[in-house]
């Protein structure tokens, strides 16, 4: 026991002279040198290479570091036991409501891809002398070391960054909360230059609680699938990676709902196009510039936004006056080189033409009350891929209010007052939105807001009925008179009758239009 002693002693007597030396007779540039080459020595003799990540490359944040740290959170939370310790580190960036997991200071992680074994470590150390910057720089130096076995470098480390690059940026999607954009402050940028503001997107709405015809729906969600997961077909087939989604339907039946339904099913951001506040085609491809991928892009009642019935009529913006008043310009603006106003190729260009797509994975979704109001150019097809029709309450609709309201499944409710329901609920052409008002009013009292939905139903079914058979009577009367003043003085009614024939059913349709639009 005493000999071992002695030997360390000894040893480290050897090991104190021979620092001493080193540092007495070689002057520091060559202690350096020396170091390094011991460093290579190692490194030939070792069957490892080591790859250093550093947090900041220069003044600027290295992304990858970025990433390394949210890939090894996945893997850090989950198996915390092969970390060299029980600690790790917890952390929640901005616009995010997860926590994630990450490697405490120096910390080392054993990580498998492809088979291959690989080891992570996280080196801490501190900043030994602010460098100058034009911003300050964290007191910690902070970087991953990456260790691969030589013989498995070539066979894995590209495709191994390139899955953590994958990886982390759908750890970010998932874990970000996603953001509703508009353009309410017209062209102005902020101080960063951008155009959009934005908020948190928080509408609970989703295909679950959307009140619409299943199969349709399932349509849609099988449609909206398809095309998140299309990267490979979109580059197979030379398209830009973007579709169109045209909802139009009376006001109520759900079509704001569906969209943020639709943001919610893929984790998508919203960019809401407040399309008045757009002045010029200029303004517009900006705005589409600074969109990011997989995002919808929403021109909410797009027949009000702005006039848009001829693809040569362009709206003036005088003063940011009058946007109904139109003019004719010749062609579209590439052609005439008109910049200060927006026009329908003007928007035309924007969700189809080659800047629709600078970004890809894009959606847009325009929506209107009036679908007759649009311009054909808008609506043929490969423009807007899907046209979907927002309907009245449909029985299959009502029931998924009824559960969702009510949390009441058919089997819940009375055979009798059911069948009553799916009677009448056509025939009263009441939108999603006024039910679920008669639902939400009652929903304390099942059998109560049943009774009153019932009922609602029941008169409204009742007055459109009566209001049909009205219009029928006028219509009836109003041919009946023709008739008789036809008889009555035959030599007019015969010119009227030959000559006329169509003044007459012109004039017929524009009576039964105005009793039609009367009864609206
Ligand atoms: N299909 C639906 N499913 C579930 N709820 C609906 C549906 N349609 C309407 N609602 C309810 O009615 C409210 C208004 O609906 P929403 O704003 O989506 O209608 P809209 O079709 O966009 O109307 P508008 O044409 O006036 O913009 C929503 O908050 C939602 O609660
Ligand atoms: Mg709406």
Request: hydrophobic residues 35%; contains cysteine; charged residues 25%.
């Amino acid at each position: 026991m005493t000999e071992l002693w002695t030997t360390v002693a000894s040893l480290m007597g050897v090991w104190a002279f021979s620092q001493t030396l080193l540092l007495a007779v070689f002057p520091p540039e060559l202690r350096f040198a020396l170091i390094k080459l011991f460093q290579r020595l190692f490194n030939c003799c070792s069957s490892y290479c080591y790859y250093d990540i550093t947090e900041i490359e220069g003044v600027n944040t290295n992304e990858l570091y970025n990433a390394v740290q949210l890939y090894l959170s996945s893997s850090a939370s989950s198996s915390c036991s092969a970390t060299s310790s029980n600690r790790l580190s917890l952390t929640r960036g901005l616009n995010s409501s997860a926590i994630t997991f990450g490697l405490s200071h120096n910390d080392r992680l054993t990580d498998v891809f492809n088979g291959v074994s690989v080891v992570w470590e996280h080196i801490v150390t501190p900043r030994q002398s602010q460098t100058f910057s034009w911003r300050p720089l964290p007191e910690e130096k902070r970087g991953f070391t990456l260790r691969i076995n030589k013989r498995d470098k070539s066979y894995i480390l590209e495709s191994y960054l390139n899955f953590i690059n994958e990886k982390a940026n759908e750890i970010r999607r998932k874990n970000q909360d996603r953001l509703l954009y508009t353009n309410s402050r017209g062209g102005s940028l902020d101080s960063r230059g951008q155009p959009w503001e934005s908020v948190p997107f928080k509408h609970p709405s989703t295909f679950e609680t959307l009140a619409m015809d299943p199969v349709k729906k399932a349509e849609i969600m099988s449609d909206l699938r398809d095309f998140a997961d299309g990267q490979a077909f979109y580059t197979r087939t030379g398209r830009a990676w973007k579709r169109g989604y045209l909802l139009y339907g009376p006001p109520g039946t759900g079509k704001s709902s569906m969209i943020a339904a639709m943001a919610n099913f893929l984790r998508y951001d919203i960019y809401d196009l407040e399309l008045t506040e757009v002045q010029t085609n200029l303004e517009l491809r900006k705005l589409l510039m600074k969109t990011s991928s997989k995002s919808i892009i929403v021109i909410e009642d797009i027949d009000c936004s702005i006039n848009l019935t001829n693809r040569k009529e362009t709206t003036t913006t005088t003063g940011g006056g009058d946007r109904n008043s139109s003019t004719f310009v010749d062609g579209d603006i590439e052609t005439s080189g008109t910049n200060n106003s927006i026009t329908l190729s003007g928007l035309l260009n924007f969700t189809d033409g080659l800047w629709s797509c600078c970004g890809s994975e894009r959606i847009f979704v325009f929506t209107t009350n009036h679908i007759e109001k649009l311009d054909p150019a808008l609506l043929r097809s490969g423009r807007m891929d899907m046209h979907v029709f927002m309907s009245h309450c449909s029985f299959p609709s009502l029931k998924i209010l009824l559960k969702n309201y009510l949390g009441c499944t058919p089997d819940d409710v009375e055979t009798s007052v059911l069948q009553r329901l799916e009677e009448v609920t056509d025939a009263a052409e009441m939108t999603p939105a006024d039910i679920s008002e008669v639902l939400i009013k009652n929903r304390r009292d099942n059998k109560k807001a049943l009774r009153e939905l019932l009922e609602a139903l029941r008169v409204r079914a009742e007055k459109n009925r009566s209001g049909l058979q009205r219009l029928g009577a006028d219509v009836e009367e109003m041919a009946e008179e023709e008739e008789k003043r036809a008889l009555e003085s035959p030599k007019e009614g015969g010119d009227a009758a030959a000559g006329g024939g169509c003044v007459e059913e012109e004039g017929g349709k524009e009576l039964e239009d105005n009793i039609i639009m009367g009864l609206i």
